[in-house]
T-cell receptor, first 112, second 110 residues
Framework: GAGVSQSPSNKVTEKGKDVELRCDPI?????LYWYRQSLGQGLEFLIY????????KSGLPSDRFSAERTGGSVSTLTIQRTQQEDSAVYLC??????????FGPGTRLTVL | QKEVEQNSGPLSVPEGAIASLNCTYS??????FFWYRQYSGKSPELIMF????GDKEDGRFTAQLNKASQYVSLLIRDSQPSDSATYLC??????????FGKGNQVVVIP
């Protein structure tokens, strides 16, 4: 079956612009996660959704970051007024069982 | 603060040898432990999980858990060049959250 998909795969933007990153989880997976991974670094948790609700937004770095999930499926991560330090790979994962997360291919964001 | 430590630097092993990776965690109440593999430029994929003390084997991989000492390890037997990757230890500590370690890079030398 289809895995987790993310779009775009690459995004180059100018400092100060807004960007939207999309995640399509595996069908039926109720939990959805966003992570950020900078070059050579570990996974930084951003936000977690259970259904359409986000019980844990504790990882969002600033109020420039927001995310939503609709229909218990697709999720969008929005970064407003992008900064160079936002450059990273943004990974989405979905899960049906605790701890067993399936990751998408990621979106590589470059802020010039 | 839920911490997961993977302190070893890059691990180079000859093809056919055993690669041994260790991970320690801070939350004594953690019950579920996972190993993810991440190839360069790719996203992580789950390869092993373990819930009980002792060993769990799956093919060439063995996960070992010692809750009293708060460590979990991964052994890769008969290492192959295709095993060259970064291995991430992850610990479940509740509220549907995983804490990930920073990973250990393994290089298998043919």
């Amino acid at each position: 079956g289809a895995g987790v998909s993310q779009s775009p795969s690459n995004k180059v933007t100018e400092k100060g612009k807004d960007v939207e990153l999309r995640c399509d989880p595996i069908s039926g997976h109720t939990a959805l996660y966003w992570y950020r991974q900078s070059l050579g670094q570990g996974l930084e948790f951003l936000i977690y959704f259970q259904g359409n609700s986000a019980p844990d937004k504790s990882g969002l770095p600033s109020d420039r970051f927001s995310a939503e999930r609709t229909g218990g499926s697709v999720s969008t991560l929005t970064i407003q007024r992008t900064q160079q330090e936002d450059s990273a790979v943004y990974l989405c994962a979905s899960s049906l069982e605790t701890g067993k997360q399936f990751f998408g291919p990621g979106t590589r964001l470059t802020v010039l | 603060q839920k911490e997961v430590e993977q302190n070893s630097g890059p691990l180079s092993v000859p093809e056919g040898a055993i690669a041994s990776l260790n991970c320690t965690y801070s939350d004594r109440g953690s019950q579920s432990f996972f190993w993810y593999r991440q190839y360069s430029g790719k996203s992580p994929e789950l390869i092993m999980f373990i819930y009980s003390n002792g060993d769990k084997e799956d093919g060439r991989f063995t996960a070992q858990l010692n809750k009293a000492s708060q460590y979990v390890s991964l052994l890769i037997r008969d290492s192959q060049p295709s095993d060259s990757a970064t291995y991430l230890c992850a610990v479940y500590y509740g509220n549907n959250r995983l804490a990930f370690g920073k990973g250990n890079q393994v290089v298998v030398i043919p």
